[in-house]
T-cell receptor, first 114, second 114 residues
């Protein structure tokens, strides 16, 4: 299993450009989520999904869109990038149900918006 | 909303010694999960240890153990026999349901002195 994969690893954008950060998992996990990591602030939840066709907002959703058309993929879209979106982005996935299921994180995407 | 506080931005320890990282949290729930994650320079998020709030016994994983004080809402991580590979950022995290919506602290950077 490849686990959770993210592409690209690095990206530089200009203000106002759009792009999609890709996230895929091959573990048949129902739950997927996106976090951003900023210096001194830890990881913060952007959006999450409990299954195909179901998404919801996390703590910092503004400026980001998501969709979940398949179990495997959970892309994060920046429609008009802003310098405040410069960050490292992590995707994570886990099973649902039962008392506990470990979340598996991808390797992250470092995004710089100029 | 739940909050997680790590009051030690940086810590250092001599190799083979023991170090304790502090974490406090705020929640009105009685059942929840607490975690310690390690983030080495590779950026990968690695689960170190978890604690279920309903369990009175402190979790232990090899050289890593926690001191869970539910009434005080305190969750510290003790690393025994510190090794060079333990050098990393350590994040404390909270989740109401175990595998969803993690709330992270701001992290503690641990340096191991040879």
């Amino acid at each position: 299993n490849a686990g959770v994969t993210q592409t690209p690893k690095f990206q530089v954008l200009k203000t106002g450009q759009s792009m999609t950060l890709q996230c895929a998992q091959d573990m048949n996990h129902e739950y997927m989520s996106w976090y951003r990591q900023d210096p001194g602030m830890g990881l913060r939840l952007i959006h999450y999904s409990v299954g195909a066709g179901i998404t919801d907002q996390g703590e910092v959703p503004n400026g980001y869109n998501v969709s979940r058309s398949t179990t495997e993929d959970f892309p994060l879209r920046l429609l008009s990038a802003a310098p405040s979106q410069t960050s490292v982005y992590f995707c994570a996935s886990s099973r649902t149900g039962g008392t506990y299921n470990e979340q598996f994180f991808g390797p992250g995407t470092r995004l710089t918006v100029l | 909303a739940q909050t997680v506080t790590q009051s030690q931005p940086e810590m250092s320890v001599q190799e083979a010694e023991t170090v304790t990282l502090s974490c406090t949290y705020d929640t009105s729930e009685s059942d929840y999960y607490l975690f310690w994650y390690k983030q080495p320079p590779s950026r990968q998020m690695i689960l170190v240890i978890r604690q279920e709030a309903y369990k009175q016994q402190n979790a232990t994983e090899n050289r890593f153990s926690v001191n869970f004080q539910k009434a005080a809402k305190s969750f510290s991580l003790k690393i025994s026999d510190s090794q060079l590979g333990d050098a990393a950022m350590y994040f404390c995290a909270y989740s109401r349901f175990g595998n969803e919506k993690l709330t992270f602290g701001t992290g503690t950077r641990l340096t191991i002195i040879p």
